[in-house]
């Protein structure tokens, strides 16, 4: 599996989304609303074919008293979950002949405390990735 082309894949996707993406953690004095992503562990099959992922994708928001902006963001990075062609992560089917294939599956959806009037949302995702 290329990890590589898979943060590259999930990279493009957030910012086209919203300029403010970052991976791991985000910079000190970033402007509101902003996204951070981190594939936080993985692991290989029993037969050594897919390996998987977990996705932990991080919405933080200022505005404390409203919460449209970031419903919007989680509401365009979750997508419908359609069966066939989601129009966001959640049962995305990704394929790069050659270089990737992934699914993701939405697993939870969470609000997290914050300090100092932040808004803070969590998308889980398992992402399942296949070797060539």
């Known amino acids: 599996m290329n990890t590589v082309e898979l943060k590259k894949m999930i990279f493009a996707y957030l910012k086209a989304i919203t300029a403010s993406v970052y991976e791991i953690e985000a910079p000190a ?9 981190a ?6 099959n029993i037969n050594e074919k897919r390996e998987d992922f977990n996705l932990y994708i991080d919405i933080y928001d200022n505005d404390q008293f409203n919460s449209l902006v970031i419903d919007a963001l989680i509401g365009t990075i979750d997508g419908d979950g359609a069966i066939v062609s989601a129009s966001g992560l959640h049962r995305k089917h990704y394929y790069v002949a050659g270089t990737l294939q ?5 697993t939870s959806r ?8 932040i808004r803070h949302m969590q998308l889980q995702y398992d992402v399942m990735t296949y070797l060539a």
């Open 110 to 117: 969470e609000t997290l405390e914050e300090y100092d009037n």
């Open 39 to 44: 594939l936080q562990y993985s692991a290989t």
């Open 29 to 37: 004095k970033v402007s509101y609303p902003y996204v951070v992503y």
């Open 102 to 106: 992934a699914d993701f599956y939405r």
